[in-house]
């Protein structure tokens, strides 16, 4: 075993030694960015900590423990426990979204649930959403996920790429199906092929969207074959899609009536430009 | 953060980010994308913890290798509660072979699939011990752990690396 330890010393040190990150100095200046983030909320949530300890011990609530958005854990204080329904739901959506997207950093996070009534009058199932802005070492981006629970016997629908040349779908597209029916899409769209990442993934009870919106800095450069890779990968983007976090909010989502359809959700990015 | 602390930091952040991304690139077994993203996390918190003074950190470097380990850890083990699957199919991969190397290229290529093979525990096990030539106590107190856990994890993870290699094992040892 020796003799095989020492080699592989040798081997580790031959595959590493001339490999080097991209953009050294960008790391850096982003890495610095995200410290100085950390640090200020660190220093908001204390603030927030100490005014929600003397406004529960005034009424008497209790104390919960929330992830924070950059992994590290944040007493919060509330008076009541979160309501069912919609409410816990937006925290089990943001927590998922919290959860999946690591490491990089997370801010803005909100809630981007469909109108209940507009989905009625619309004959659309109803979504849950949540979207916020996510950094790392490649990028900014607005990613949004919308987890939309199927009418009962809806079957899965008839997913195929859209032809070449249509316009605004002329990205590659990937589709996979399970043996068992389940299928993943993967798609991304002009006007730069990935300014724009969506996967969906679908069961017989559920859909997932994970979109990615690439917020480029003024000057990058663009068009039709972008030099550098998006902060998420498509490959990312399927795994986040397929994770039992989703399923489990799905499944605590009413079942939406038979005639309902299942539609594209999508946000604007511009609240996090 | 005073403008001296700042510029200390910005210079160590500087000096350090190659060979943390060496050992993050390993760690990642080859995946750059992984790399990027666990090299900033880990400068990112030493800046956090600058702020409390940088002479309280004794060896900053040492300890920014430590916050690497832990923080590829700590991602390893959210994507395993999350639950992780692959797709039949994955579209899209940041693993890249590292260049510069000639004829060694598929045995570097090799190690580092089965690199990525092994568990995140075992992987950061083999980078410590054999790439960063730690002893058995600095990696445990990197990792957590006992030094008998150690010494335990550094035998199976060999066994187990050796498995994934199969015959090609031979070819790491020079003949």
């Known amino acids: 075993m020796p003799e095989f330890e020492d080699a592989l010393s040798t081997a580790l040190r031959q595959a590493a030694e001339s490999v080097l990150p991209d953009r050294p100095l960008r790391l850096v200046s982003e890495a610095h960015a995200q410290g100085r983030r950390t640090r200020r909320r660190r220093k908001l949530a204390m603030v927030t900590t100490a005014a929600a300890v003397a406004a529960a011990l005034a009424v008497g609530g209790t104390v919960v423990a929330m992830s924070g958005s950059d992994g590290h854990r944040t007493d919060t204080m509330v008076a009541d426990p979160p309501p069912a329904g919609q409410g816990q739901r937006d925290v089990q959506m943001s927590n998922a979204l919290t959860a999946l997207l690591t490491p990089g950093t997370l801010t803005g996070i909100r809630p981007e649930d469909s109108i209940a009534k507009e989905d009625e009058k619309a004959g659309i199932a109803p979504a849950a959403g949540v979207a916020a802005k996510f950094s790392n070492s490649r990028g900014v981006a607005v990613v949004s996920v919308f987890v939309t629970r199927k009418p009962a016997g809806a079957g899965l629908s008839r997913v195929v790429c859209p032809p070449g040349g249509s316009g605004g779908s002329d990205g590659p597209c990937h589709i996979a199906t399970f043996k068992d029916g389940r299928v993943m899409v993967s798609q991304s769209i002009q006007p730069a092929p990935k300014d724009w990442l969506g996967a969906l993934y679908e069961t017989a009870g559920y859909q997932v969207t994970v979109i990615q919106d690439w917020l480029r800095k003024p000057g990058t450069p663009g068009g039709n074959s972008p030099k550098t890779d998006a902060p998420l990968t498509v490959a990312q983007l399927t795994s986040i899609a397929q994770s039992d976090l989703w399923r489990t909010i799905a499944a605590g989502m009413p079942v939406p009536p038979g005639s309902a359809t299942v539609a594209g959700r999508f946000v604007s990015p511009a609240p996090w430009s | ?175």
């Open chain 2, 1 to 175: 953060m005073r403008q001296a602390q700042t510029k200390a930091y910005i210079e160590f952040a500087q000096a350090r980010t190659r060979p943390l991304y060496r050992s993050a690139w390993l760690l990642a077994g080859g995946d750059t994308h992984l790399a990027e993203d666990l090299v900033q996390e880990t400068l990112s918190r030493m800046y956090v913890v600058w702020g409390r003074g940088s002479d309280k950190l004794g060896n900053p470097a040492a300890y920014a290798q430590t916050v690497l380990v832990r923080t590829f850890l700590m991602h390893r083990r959210r994507r395993a509660t999350a639950t992780e699957r692959l797709t039949p199919d994955p579209p899209e991969s940041g693993r890249q072979p590292a260049g510069g190397g000639t004829g060694d290229v598929a045995l570097r290529v090799t190690l580092l699939d089965a690199l990525a093979r092994l568990g995140p525990k075992d992987r950061a096990v083999l980078v410590l011990r054999y790439w960063e030539d730690r002893s058995v106590e600095d990696t445990a107190e990197a990792m957590s752990a006992t030094s008998g856990a150690i010494r335990t994890r550094t035998v199976r993870a060999l066994e187990r690396l050796r498995a994934e290699l199969g015959e090609q094992a031979a070819d790491l040892v020079p003949r």
